[in-house]
């Protein structure tokens, strides 16, 4: 048995052994959510938040996964530190699949920040240590991936060559990437997409993510789709400009929005992985008894004051 | 070896017989269909395809499911045919989940039709018989039910208990189901939804699934999110009129639009899957060796001339 196996088998035993009161319906997410506790989020850090301000004056929140995609989100970084960003477009909109934003592919690109690598590495999978295992919560296997889960909030898929234990960050509804031309080409960070569709795993291990929409998503899955190929807007007064993305640590301190995302390593997110799974009465018939790794819509939204 | 398992074991051979050329690269999924014949097709039927128009203008196509929910059809058929629906609205869109339309649950319902049941029994699966089941083909064990995948062109989840296989409609993007309150309610087909977000799975065998949206669903996914619970728009203003709903067939032949569907139970569509669960160079890195059965995107739309 290694680690990993024994770490699951203990994460699974101690898993059971929560309490439970069969005479009680099954619990549902809110009632998960309501017992929740202070200690059972994490904040989101200002220095992992893009805010996007659109030239509709509406926002979109992103939050940043510098562990999984280091050189191609510190691109990012760089780009919104620069005010690279504004100016460009949201130019993409494709039903069931993605919108996307920036960079406008086969028009001139305005110089790049100091700093900025324009070919990083393939930053699509990461070894995880021992420790980063032990905070894994197994939602499903054997979908994509032998296993898939979560990992400090983030929905991830691993994969198993000999002692090596690599995870994948997985797209789902809302996950951002970097766009890009053909390999080798990784993508610098100037064209960005977010999912808008059922989870296009076939992306996954295939393009950088770094992150997700933590709020205001439906602006931009609301647009109107784009009628050229691949969801391309055709004339450039249907683009939607981007009037300014920020990190949100280089905002004064009391204009930076306060997120928090549940954590992933608890029973509180077990519970709600189980809820999720179970849905009962009044209105379920029947539970599904399991649940889709992009289909748990892990808990996030604004801090309360 | 029971009936099934023989079958699948059949045609798991025929798929392996496949002339196959390694030398050359992965087969695309449009390279599939445009080696398709006139035969890999089937029409749309008439009498299944549901025509609404809304009152900015916007048609949006339905492709109804007799053999999986008959009764709820009929009723939508004969709501359909006695206009029931024209003047109701597109009152609900839940960023990632469903747009709804038709009756407003606690508003006056206006006299049903002739023949419309009330209270429709629990169609939210069908046994198979073996004739069905020689027609299934499989795309994924293990995700939600223990088989997934197309029968007759409809993306279904096997059970199996005894000798007895059940078969219930996946709730995948697009599909179109009957809303309903709590059980034993299973909705008369009075209001409507169809799925914008990534598959809702819990929903299957829970509710009961009438078809899906073959063209013009762009238009009810971008629409504005209702501010409300569930996405419910709160104001009278912000709801959506249709103008009409039609069954195809009572329109003059003329006016019938004309849609097809990828038959599944052929080779055109098991190299169909084959290609989406491998998709491969120049883009993609590494293919994903599988596909989720709502990933495949059963190719539908118009027929041509």
Redesign the interface.
């Known amino acids: 048995m290694n680690t990993l196996t024994l770490l699951l088998a203990l994460a699974g035993a101690l898993t059971s052994l929560q309490p439970t009161n069969s005479s009680q319906p099954p619990t549902s997410p809110s009632e998960v959510l309501a017992a929740a506790t202070p200690e059972d989020w994490r904040a989101v850090e200002a220095d992992d938040l893009l805010v996007i301000t659109l030239a509709n004056g509406k926002q979109v929140f992103v939050e940043l996964a510098p562990t999984f995609a280091p050189v191609h989100v510190d691109n990012v970084r760089r780009l919104a530190r620069a005010h690279w960003y504004d100016g460009s477009t949201v130019h993409r909109?494709q039903?069931?699949y993605v919108v996307q934003w920036g960079q406008v592919e086969g028009e001139p690109v305005p110089p790049l920040p100091e700093g900025v690598i324009e070919q990083p590495p393939?930053e699509?999978e990461v070894s995880l240590n021992d420790s980063q295992l032990a905070r894994f919560t197994l939602v499903?296997?054997?979908?994509?991936t032998a296993r898939s889960g979560y990992l400090d909030t983030w929905p991830i898929g691993l994969e198993t060559s000999g002692s090596r234990v690599s995870g994948g960050l997985i797209h789902?509804?809302?996950t951002v990437g970097v766009g890009r031309g053909?390999?080798p080409d990784t993508g610098s960070g100037i064209e960005l997409y977010a999912v808008i569709?059922?989870?296009?795993?076939?992306l996954?291990?295939?393009l950088a993510v770094v992150g997700r929409v933590i709020e205001g998503?439906?602006t931009m899955?609301?647009?109107?789709?784009g009628t050229g190929d691949l969801g391309m807007y055709e004339t450039a007064e249907e683009r939607l400009p981007i009037t300014s993305v920020r990190l949100a640590s280089t905002l004064a301190e009391q204009e930076r929005p306060n997120f928090r995302v549940l954590r992933t390593d608890t029973t509180a997110f077990r519970r709600y992985v189980e809820a999720?799974?179970n849905?009962g009465a009044?209105?379920?018939?029947?539970?599904?008894g399991?649940?889709?790794v992009?289909?748990v819509?892990l808990p996030m939204g604004r801090a309360p004051k």
């Open positions: 909109v039903e069931n393939t699509y499903q296997e054997g979908h994509y789902c509804y809302g053909n390999p569709g059922h989870a296009p795993r076939h996954d291990r295939n998503l439906q899955s609301s647009l109107p789709r999720r799974a849905r009044p209105f379920f018939v029947r539970p599904a399991s649940v889709d992009c289909n819509l």
